[in-house]
C-alpha cells in the first residue's frame, strides 16, 4: 500500500516536496518512481530511484528542478520539487516496481498510490 502526500498550491518559482509512504510487501520492492497526470493526458514518468543503490532516473522536463530521494528505514520515497512551473500542475503519483524493468512506463511499475495534486499559479 502506498501513501502519497504533500501536494498543494504554490507559486510559480516556489518549492513542494512529496512523500510516499510504502507498507506491506515492501523488501521486495526493486524500485520507486513518480508519474504525473493532466486531465485528457496520459500518465507521465517524471522520476524513479532503485532501492538497492539509490540510482535515479529523472524525465528531460523536470531535470535539475526535481530530486527523488529515498529513505530505506522508513520505506518512503520522496520527491522535492523546486523552481515550479505551471506546467508542472498535475496529479502526482507514486508506484512501486518489484523487479527490474525499464522504469520510465506506465506498465513497469506493480502497485500504485493514490494521486495527491499539485497547482502551481503563474
Known amino acids: 500500500q502506498l501513501q502519497a502526500s504533500g501536494g498543494g498550491l504554490v507559486q510559480a518559482g516556489g518549492s513542494l516536496r512529496l512523500s510516499c509512504a510504502a507498507s506491506?510487501?515492501?523488501?521486495?520492492?526493486?524500485?520507486m518512481g513518480w508519474f504525473r497526470q493532466t486531465p485528457g493526458k496520459e500518465r507521465e514518468f517524471v522520476a524513479t530511484i532503485r532501492w538497492s543503490d539509490g540510482n535515479t532516473h529523472y524525465a528531460d522536463s523536470v531535470k535539475g528542478r526535481f530530486t527523488i530521494s529515498r529513505d530505506n528505514a522508513k520505506n518512503t520515497v520522496y520527491l522535492q520539487m523546486n523552481s515550479l512551473k505551471p506546467e508542472d500542475t498535475a496529479l502526482y503519483y507514486c508506484?512501486?516496481?518489484?523487479?527490474?524493468?525499464?522504469?520510465?512506463?506506465?506498465?513497469?511499475?506493480?502497485?500504485w498510490g493514490q494521486g495527491t495534486l499539485v497547482t502551481v499559479s503563474s
Open positions: 506491506g510487501r515492501t523488501f521486495s520492492t526493486y524500485a
Open positions: 508506484a512501486t516496481a518489484m523487479r527490474l524493468r525499464s522504469l520510465v512506463l506506465i506498465q513497469d511499475y506493480d502497485y
